[in-house]
């Protein structure tokens, strides 16, 4: 089956994959255009899951303070090079996860810290399990899946601390 560069060029454009998977994902899905985002999607779930054991010791801390200055955030976000430290692609998953957490104020950042004695909802208290904010859609543990996808290395949130004026 024969693939337009066009087809491609689209399809790249909406999940950030490379041209070559763009391309064999198109041909697998009759080059059915969400076929193949859906392929693409599938395909980087089965990468972020071969890369969760590898070691992720570099990476930022990125901060954020919310207009007004009475909310901020640190967050140390984790990969495994520093050249994938300074990538667009990961610097805006950092500042995505700062905004998160300034917005929903989550306790934890896996459900495996969470207690038995906690009464909270994990879905409120887990920052990986909490729906994104900019798109609601998705959990941060998916837009965290994706950025692996595109990256090529795995990426943990190591901590985060957040600011609240007279709390």
């Known amino acids: 089956m024969e693939i337009s560069t066009e087809k491609v060029k689209e399809l790249r454009e909406k999940t950030g994959a490379g041209v070559i998977d763009c391309k064999k994902a198109l041909i697998e899905a009759s080059g059915d255009s969400t076929r193949a985002a859906d392929v693409l999607?599938?395909?980087?779930?089965?990468?972020?899951?071969?890369?969760?054991?590898?070691?992720?010791?570099?990476?930022?801390?990125?901060?954020?303070?919310?207009?007004?200055?009475?909310?901020?955030?640190?967050?140390?976000?984790?990969?495994?090079?520093?050249?994938?430290?300074?990538?667009?692609?990961?610097?805006?998953?950092?500042?995505?996860?700062?905004?998160?957490?300034?917005?929903?104020?989550?306790?934890?950042?896996?459900?495996?810290?969470?207690?038995?004695?906690?009464?909270?909802?994990?879905?409120?208290?887990?920052l990986l399990l909490q729906l994104f904010v900019k798109d609601p859609g998705k959990t941060i543990q998916d837009i965290i899946t994706e950025t692996i996808a595109k990256v090529g290395e795995n990426i943990k949130i190591r901590r985060f601390c957040r600011f609240e004026l007279g709390c």
């Open 41 to 126: 999607s599938k395909r980087g779930l089965v990468i972020a899951r071969k890369k969760a054991d590898r070691v992720a010791n570099q990476g930022i801390i990125e901060s954020y303070v919310h207009q007004g200055g009475r909310i901020g955030v640190l967050v140390e976000v984790n990969c495994e090079t520093d050249f994938v430290a300074r990538t667009p692609e990961f610097r805006e998953l950092a500042h995505d996860i700062a905004l998160q957490i300034a917005a929903m104020s989550p306790q934890f950042i896996s459900s495996e810290e969470v207690s038995s004695e906690i009464e909270a909802d994990p879905k409120d208290a887990c």
